[in-house]
């Protein structure tokens, strides 16, 4: 388990202090996939270093299984941070060493024979599915196999936790799902704590089971991811959401008094929300038109699937009368669809 207790990082520029970090509370628990997401600047970078401390922290305690890593000797840090595996955005590979020799690393000077180097190394390797680069060097490799190389060297002392610091932000899109697909492989076969810092929400979406949002230097959020996309409460968390939906047109639309939005008496835009409920698998939409005899029409959808969990909106156009609409929104309320009324005429 981490703990992170009243945690504050500050730097000095110039004679002027910055606080990064500021009084910081998270327990990120065993065997969980943690996800810290924030603009750049909001301190989330500093506060995944100030768990291995590479940042030591000007103030609080991060503790490891109920260790504080900060009153530590150098000595006894240096041997738990064989615990805490780290990759990065930049890869950091040793461009003149072989992808083995670069797997190999962390393991040198530490009395294990050549022969459990090679068997640990090859093993790896294959794990994150590039056995076949075994003596390549990094220059030959695309960019989704350096950051494969790096998982495994990362992994080469069997730590227990993984810190992954903008892992996937120097990826395309394609090669970033099959990394977040390895490191969720990982977390699940080997049962290691992964803790990742993104300012992307899909890898939030992808891999997450915890959350925690930041803003300047403030975790303002934390929830699990579910309850982040069903019911997110900061702004900069809905703000976060929206950039990964195209419900979020709407509101540009409205603001932009859009020919699509225009309304004659008597319409209304419905926004319809549901999460994982039976309803997902019901004809609602058929069903409230035959039931109410109304004819909504969908003018935008979308649909995500987080932890398992179908998580889905629309947006519709419906002429209806009040008392009528009071009826129909009751009855989506029973089938616990969540109703908002974001424009009427």
């Given at each position: ?25 998270l ?52 041997k ?11 890869f ?85 799902k ?81 020919s699509?939005?225009?309304l ?10 549901f ?55 009751e ?11 974001i424009?009427?005429?």
């Amino acid at each position: 388990m981490i703990q992170l207790v009243d945690i504050s990082k500050d730097f000095i520029s110039d004679k002027v202090r910055v606080t990064a970090v500021k009084d910081v509370n998270l327990t990120i628990n065993n065997g969980e996939v943690f996800g810290v997401i924030g603009y750049s600047g909001a301190g989330k970078s500093t506060l995944v270093r100030c768990i291995n401390l590479l940042e030591r922290p000007t103030k609080g305690k991060v503790l490891i299984d109920g260790i504080d890593l900060v009153q530590l000797k150098e000595k006894e840090l240096r041997k738990y941070r064989q615990k805490i595996g780290m990759i990065f955005q930049q890869f950091n590979l040793l461009g003149s060493r072989t992808v083995f020799d670069n797997v190999a690393f962390p393991l040198k000077y530490r009395g294990i024979s050549k022969e459990e180097i090679k068997e640990r190394v090859l093993s790896l390797l294959e794990l994150v599915g590039i056995s076949d680069k075994v003596d390549a060097y990094p220059s030959q490799l695309s960019g989704g196999q350096k950051q494969r190389v790096a998982i495994a060297r990362a992994l080469a002392t069997e730590p227990s936790i993984l810190l992954c610091d903008e892992a996937t932000s120097a990826l395309d899109p394609q090669t970033t799902k099959s990394i977040l697909k390895l490191l969720k492989e990982v977390n699940q076969k080997l049962g290691i704590t992964i803790v990742i810092i993104t300012h992307e929400m899909h890898v939030i979406k992808e891999i997450c089971d915890r959350v925690a949002v930041m803003e300047g230097g403030n975790v303002v959020e934390l929830n699990d991811a579910i309850s982040i996309f069903s019911n997110p409460q900061a702004q900069i968390t809905k703000d976060f959401i929206n950039s990964t939906s195209n419900l979020s047109k709407m509101d540009e639309l409205i603001e932009e008094k859009s020919s699509v939005v225009e309304l004659e008496p008597g319409q209304r835009i419905w926004r319809l929300d549901f999460l994982g409920t039976e309803a997902t698998k019901e004809p609602i939409i058929a069903e409230i038109s035959s039931k109410y005899n109304i004819n909504p029409s969908i003018i935008f959808a979308n649909v995500d699937v987080i932890s398992d969990t179908v998580l889905g909106s629309l947006i519709v156009l419906v002429t209806i009368s009040e008392q009528a609409e009071e009826q129909v929104i009751e009855y989506l309320k029973e089938k616990q669809i969540k109703v908002e009324v974001i424009k009427y005429a």
